[in-house]
């Protein structure tokens, strides 16, 4: 199941509500930051400031900035809604920030900044100024990362664990220098654990595999 995060502003709740409802019954897992504990109590005043239980709080904003940014690395694809009046700035942070770990991004967003080249570079292209558009298409296609490449990660997850099983007997068997046992130790964790830059080095040696298959004829 395609994991989807739901960037959108603190004004916009409900509108956000309705999305994650749609997105959720065409089958997504949807995380929407205002469901998480703590960060549905959080809203802004007259002096843009984040108000926590009524009193502005700095260690606040970095909790909310720090489980926003952990749940849109563990997202699939990003649907970012931008408000019509601008008043947002964490939305473009998300964007940029699953643009930095290759996170396919899907936004709408006011036609005055549609073609913005950070919203359409972030983006890559995949930006609408319609709603409805967006969630038409968004629910047509019920999984945008497609069937193969769920393969894909699939396989990229076994190539992952037989590299760990073999780096794990060859630091046992041999004579490996402590530079080299540091950088495999950074990579010894589950293939969910990588970062998406990671994740591609297993996906390369995936991808020859499923190249292989459909030369012999084998449909996937």
Known sequence: MTKVYLAHSAHEREQGK?????????GY?????????????????????????????LE???WIIDVD????RKADIVVMIMPQDLLTFGC????????????????????????????????RGQVWTDL?????????RGDPLGSEELLV?????????QWRHWSSNIANEEDISRD??????????????LSDYEKEHDRVWARKVIAQLKELGIEL
């Open 18 to 26: 309705d999305i994650e409802a749609r997105l959720t019954k065409a």
């Open 92 to 123: 473009t942070c998300e964007m940029f920030y699953a643009y930095m770990n290759k996170i396919p991004i899907f936004s709408y967003v006011p036609e005055a900044v549609s073609g913005h080249p950070w919203i359409v570079g972030c983006c």
């Open 180 to 193: 080299r046992l540091n950088r495999w130790a950074e990579s010894d964790v589950p293939f969910d654990s």
């Open 132 to 140: 409805e558009e967006l969630m038409v298409f968004l629910e047509a």
């Open 29 to 57: 897992d949807v995380h929407n930051p205002f469901d998480v504990e703590g960060n549905d109590k959080a809203f802004w005043n007259e002096n843009n400031e984040v108000i926590w239980n009524g009193q502005p709080n």
């Open 60 to 62: 606040a904003c970095d």
């Open 69 to 72: 940014l952990q749940a849109v």
């Open 153 to 161: 990660d699939i396989l990229a997850d076994l190539e992952h664990e």
